[in-house]
DNA sequence: CGTGATTGTGGGAGCGCTCCCACTAGGCTT
DNA sequence: AAGCCTAGTGGGAGCGCTCCCACAATCACG
């Protein structure tokens, strides 16, 4: 006994067992099509007999590549995904890699100090590709990506202008959805409570609020898919949150000081929505006699407040499956074609509205 | 340019710029106290100027090790853990993890063929150690890592025997906290509605209903740590659950149709409490009024509830920091000693008692 | 029947580390 | 002064793969 030796069989002893080279048995294991058939049964069958399993470290340190990712989530984000969010997106991932012997690696990042650490990790080409999940509109990290020429796939994004390939789920539809349904039900003064506008999908669910209200000829937003630059009648109905439910409460106040007649509100997050909703409360407003309200999100509070809050849901888990094959693709070819993937939303209509 | 150099610096060329041999270098990152501090020196300037960072797969290879840990996560339980929990958990290990240089492999097992896959995995040696999230009962997996002396620590454990390392929280005293606390606020016809039975946690959850419920001398339950075996009178007052928010409803019937007088309720989840709660609503009975509520382990729903949810807080965080600290003691000392932590729970005070 | 392409194959030469053996230089003992 | 530690060091020999070159066998063609 080596003692070294960890008694794992070796392509070689498989390769003896077969009776072949060391090259044919790599060539089967990567299928290869340059393998007669009877040299790939016999290699198969002493696959099979010896139980072996390919040593990833040397496959990686001989190939100089990984057969890893890495799923990035900055810290400050993550109590966001504590909601079914983060799961459904890493079911998704998982449910598209499962097939692959792609590894996920986890990576957190909190302080500068890790990700001054995580951009020697790209540098030294440890994973294959990156997934990154909520980026800021500041983040750099897509930016240094680009520039080492690693395939990476964003969850969202963070403008019209993103070069990085992402997957997105379609929030200005979701919003104009959102926001045309009130206006279905009869309301009139239907007012929006926005997430933080320095980040995308909080410009992309103004917009279509803005939308949706120029369609039904109703405030004074600005129509068509351009920026956030309207300033016409109707900015009254517009409050800045940010997606926190505090941030919702806020501006559900400012909301109720500004037009103490509305009757319709489009909160950008379901936390906000609950924030709005106590503040209503407390001033006695009914829901949705009153005011009638929706979320953005379809989050598990959404489904418990009282009375339970009709919400836009995204394509979560989907949009998890898409960007695990984007990357694969984008790792497969090693061409840089980026691929922007934007994923149709859906209203679920509740009792709030 | 040789086409498969990547360009990184390799141990051999801080060696030359250092002016010493490889071992050198390479005792000098592994921390060995065998150098001199002039050589030392040296070779940490040239690692400073040559932006050296080891190459893994090399390490891995050579050193027969991965630097790697898995989290394992049954994919049936993954809907559970939406709530802020795994997050949590994940936090908790990311930050234990973050000052050493061990990656986290995130690996949820859906199907049985990946359980097999998973099994192969452990039994090549693919990583250092397993991190293992809500294990059942009848769960062969940490069977299989102890038998593959595989250093593992579970969250949770599977009976009051679990061999393999754990780290759990205090459900006994948790729940009895709860169940006191009710019958503190003058509450004497306290019932339970339990989570599914052939699971540890929900079994300790009853225990600690009972011990309290006897503490005060009501209901038959038998106190002592011992397994779930009393069945004197109060039986009445348990009612099983599934930890689904159904199954709190259909508890919550249950108990009502049995015994019309009861004040209090201590769901062993706040889902079930959730359940519960509307079931109660449906009754025409008020809440803390006609029934005081408590759930178990402070999630967001607990919240958002109406009345805002009295519940056991779990120290989820600490779990997680301490589940990573387990498994490096674990791994850096060979032997395999096994290790029981268990975090003690907060009653979290909200409206609903 | 030669010439050249094509298919299949074996195995050498690394990939960048860690392990460990051999060796030097100096300090301590007796 | 001779011996014997010990601290410190260099570098050979792998770890288990992939890549690729060389070569044999087979085939198609004129």
């Keep these: 006994m080596n003692g070294r030796h960890s008694g794992r069989p070796t392509l070689e002893e498989v390769a003896v067992r077969a009776g072949v080279g060391r090259g044919t048995v790599s060539r089967v294991i990567n299928g290869s099509p340059r393998v007669s058939d009877r040299a790939k049964a016999a290699v198969e069958a002493a696959i099979a007999e010896l139980g072996y399993v390919p040593n990833r470290a040397a496959r990686a340190l001989a190939g100089n590549r990984t057969d890893a ?41 909190r302080t500068p100090k890790e990700r001054a650490r995580f951009g020697q990790y790209l540098a030294a080409h440890r994973v294959d590709g990156v997934l990154l999940v909520s980026v800021h509109e500041d983040d ?3 930016d240094l990506l680009e520039q ?29 959805a959102a926001v045309a349904h009130l206006i ?14 320095d980040m995308y999908v909080a410009r992309a669910r103004l917009d279509g609020y803005r939308q949706a209200m120029a369609d039904a000829g109703l405030g004074g937003g600005a129509a068509g898919g351009g920026a956030t630059g309207g300033s016409g009648a109707g900015e009254e109905l517009i ?13 559900m106040r400012e909301l109720l000081a500004r037009r103490p007649d509305v009757d319709g509100v489009f909160a950008a997050s379901d936390v906000m929505a609950a924030g709005a909703r ?12 009153d005011v009638a309200l929706v979320g953005f999100e379809d989050s598990a509070i959404a489904r418990h407040m009282d009375p339970a809050l009709t919400s836009v849901r995204q394509p979560t888990e989907e949009m998890g499956r898409t960007m695990a094959r984007v990357l694969l693709e984008e ?19 509740r009792e709030s509205v």
Excluded at 154 to 175: M, T
Aim: hydrophobic share 45%; glycine share 10%.
């Design 69 to 109: 990712i890495a799923l990035v989530i900055p810290e400050p984000e993550t109590r966001l995904f504590a909601e079914p969010y983060f799961s459904d997106i890493i079911r998704g991932i998982g449910a598209e890699l499962a097939d692959t012997d792609m590894q996920l690696l986890l990576t957190l990042i």
């Design 140 to 142: 750099p990290l897509p």
């Design 148 to 176: 080492l020429e690693m395939p990476a796939v964003l969850n969202g994004r963070r403008s019209d202008l993103e070069s990085v390939s992402y997957v997105d789920a379609d929030n200005v539809g979701g919003a104009r």
């Design 184 to 197: 279905d039900r009869g309301r009139r003064r239907v007012a929006t409570i926005t997430g933080p506008l």
């Design 239 to 251: 409050a800045a949150g940010d997606f926190t439910e505090e941030g919702g409460r806020r501006a």
């Design 278 to 289: 106590a503040v209503l409360r407390e001033e006695g407003r009914r829901v949705p006699g």
């Design 331 to 349: 790792i497969a070819e090693r061409a840089a074609v980026r691929r922007h993937v934007v994923l149709a939303t859906e209203l679920v209509q």
